[in-house]
């Protein structure tokens, strides 16, 4: 009977050996590889931290101890532990969730997905413990990548103050986030895995001065306690005991025997501990760790002998805007690139290994990037700063006061923007046009097919003196939605063949075809629609009012909350033109969405051509019924009856 399958919470573990625990890790590789090669999900993070969630769940006792997981997508092994081995609907609907969910289970806590944010969490509870007298531990996992978040800092800072305040900060060091971890931290973390002496350090340490001007001084000075001198600097606890917290390791983070030593240890400390895993991420799988991009970080359905991918789709947006940069990047020396720790996910891998001097990793760290990205503006270049549209919340401040505020020509360019599905709600792309809709001067784009990204992304770059937004959906791209006409800057799709139409039909984005199939099933009801994509949706086209006038109702349906988005900004204009027209917006309701596929998501809020155009033909009926009613009151029509 294989031992996994004997597991059914953390302190099952307590019986095993520890050759039954080294068994447990490669039943526990095995099924991960057979699980995830069938739904798709996160599969080299989890493959290597087997061994490090085995010692943490022999060591601390979930869920009296807090284990937290920064992120969470590493979260798999957790669960498998703590009792969840279905793995057959992994990210579907109905099925277990790709991170940590408190309504699956009392040992997981944070389920926001968003890096750099666990230390701080942990610092709340651990004050919480303290202040209540609990008996209780806290742990946080966070890894190398997760380590370059301004906001990991700003928590280790708190967290160095209180010596007698218990926590276990367990790095979980790979080298790698989604790529190869980049930046001066990453550097430092590996001059820890250097044995061989101060010449191969002081080479390491020159590079690294020599390729970051700027900042590799006052980082080398500030973070690492230059002031101590080398020897103390490149011994391993000198960066984290320079902030007042005891260093463990580092450790073999495959090593089962040297893990729960160094994690007892840490947990009789009595006070903050660093405890400095070394792990392989997609250790045990050969396919994993032959791909040198990022190690099967997240993988759709593959064949689980070779790693390779079950079917294929078409080109996907992400892709169709790497392209168009490599192009654009060789028509203009002055266009550079800037990514958070995503360069493969947001597509601009291609414009790296054409032009490396031009992009600029700034490690998890949003509101950096877009900062930085106000200051190359300034400095006479135009960056393209390209991030989930998600993440891009964590940088909003900087993109109102930094970016828009100085007039500076950035583009941000928003990948998984409205609803992605499978990942759940912190990772649906759906406040972007609502948070910037506030941020003067901005301009944003959501186009409708691959034909547009092209379009719309060397539209944005030409744009010198204000931020620019270019947003769009994930997955595969449809085929290409032709115009039929133009008013003002906004694209025909259909036209009504009459000259008092009923319905305009704002269509954003993405869900132009969906929006096309609406009108026709209005068509079979009687209703003439007009179906425009006014391409830019912040500002509001100034043609937008007069042709709303021209119709008796104005439809807008958009991939974003209902709350604050382009339809309420289509309705203030409107009212701004003195435009008297009932207005319906559809969008994404404000709540949080469970995790399913896309369709299924959008059936779920009502978000599809037949449940829209029912409500648009009652809504049409309602005015029918209403005109009909003030015609027999005035008595200009009292023979004719209200149609239904």
């Known amino acids: 009977m294989p031992l996994l399958t004997r597991i059914t919470g953390p302190r099952d573990l307590d019986r095993l050996s520890l050759e039954e625990l080294d068994q447990l890790a490669g039943e526990i590789r095995t099924f991960l590889v057979d699980a995830v090669s069938k739904t798709g999900g996160h599969l080299g993070p989890n493959l290597g931290v087997v061994e490090l969630t085995i010692a943490l769940h022999r060591v601390f006792e979930s869920p009296k101890d807090k284990v937290l997981w920064d992120t969470g997508h590493q979260s798999y092994v957790h669960k498998l532990l703590t009792g969840r081995q279905d793995f057959s609907r992994l990210k579907m609907k109905g099925g277990l969730s790709g991170y940590p969910s408190q309504a699956e289970s009392e040992h997981d806590v944070i389920e926001n997905s968003h890096a750099s944010t666990v230390l701080g969490w942990a610092d709340g509870i651990a004050k919480a413990n303290q202040l209540l007298e609990r008996d209780s531990h806290v742990v946080a996992v966070i890894g190398d990548g997760a380590l370059t978040g301004g906001m990991a800092w700003e928590a280790l800072n708190n967290i160095a103050e209180a010596k007698d305040r218990p926590l276990v900060i367990v790095v979980n060091d790979n080298e790698r986030s989604y790529a190869p971890t980049i930046g001066g931290l990453a550097n430092h973390l590996a001059t820890l895995r250097t044995t061989d002496g101060y010449e191969r350090f002081l080479a390491r340490t020159k590079d690294i001065l020599d390729r970051t001007p700027v900042v590799g001084k006052p980082l080398f000075d500030t973070l690492h306690g230059a002031k101590k001198g080398l020897k103390d600097f490149i011994a391993p606890q000198g960066m984290f005991e320079d902030l007042g917290l005891k260093y463990v390791g580092p450790i073999d983070g495959h090593d089962l025997e040297a893990l729960e030593s160094a994690l007892a240890r840490a947990k009789r400390f009595g006070g903050p501990v660093i405890v400095h895993c070394l792990t392989e991420k997609g250790r045990g799988y050969q396919p994993a760790l032959q791909d040198e991009a990022d190690r099967f970080h997240a993988v759709g359905k593959i064949h689980p002998d070779t790693g390779l991918p079950i079917a294929t789709s078409g080109a996907d947006w992400t892709s169709v805007f790497g392209e168009e940069m490599v192009r654009l990047g060789e028509e203009r020396e002055d266009v550079v690139a800037i990514t958070a ?304």
């Open 341 to 644: 720790a995503m360069l493969q996910p947001v597509g601009l891998d291609k414009f790296a290994k054409r032009f490396p001097d031009r992009v600029y990793d700034v490690g998890i760290a949003e509101q950096h990037g877009a900062v930085s990205a106000a200051g190359l503006a300034h400095a006479g270049v135009h960056p393209v700063f390209a991030v989930y549209a998600t993440f891009l919340n964590r940088a909003f401040d900087q993109v109102l006061m930094d970016v828009a505020l100085h007039k500076c020509g950035v583009t941000f360019v928003l990948d998984r923007a409205g609803i992605t599905g499978t990942d759940g709600a912190s990772h649906n792309g759906m406040w972007d046009m609502s948070i910037l809709q506030v941020v003067p001067g901005l301009r944003l784009a959501a186009p409708r097919d691959a034909d547009q990204v092209r379009a719309q992304l060397r539209e944005a770059v030409a744009v010198e003196d204000a931020p620019t937004v270019v947003r769009f959906s994930k997955g595969a791209v449809g085929p290409a939605v032709p115009a039929v006409g133009r008013v003002g800057g906004m694209d025909v799709l259909r036209e009504p063949g009459t000259d008092r139409p009923d319905v305009l039909l704002v269509s954003v984005g993405a869900l132009a075809p969906m929006c096309l199939e609406v009108a026709s099933l209005l068509d079979r009801q009687g209703i003439s629609t007009t179906v425009v994509d006014p391409r830019w949706v912040k500002p509001v086209d100034e043609a937008m009012a007069p042709l709303a006038e021209r119709h008796r109702v104005v439809v807008t349906v958009e991939d974003n909350s209902r709350v604050g988005g382009v339809g309420s900004a289509i309705a203030q204009a409107l009212r701004d033109a003195g435009v008297d027209v009932p207005l319906r917006d559809f969008g994404i309701p404000p709540r949080f969405l469970d995790h399913a596929s896309r369709a299924e998501v959008l059936a779920e809020i009502g978000l599809t051509a037949p449940d829209i155009a029912r409500q648009v033909t009652g809504l049409v009926s309602q005015l029918d019924g209403l005109t009909h009613s003030r015609l027999r009151t005035d008595g200009a029509a009292q023979a004719e009856p209200a149609r239904d």
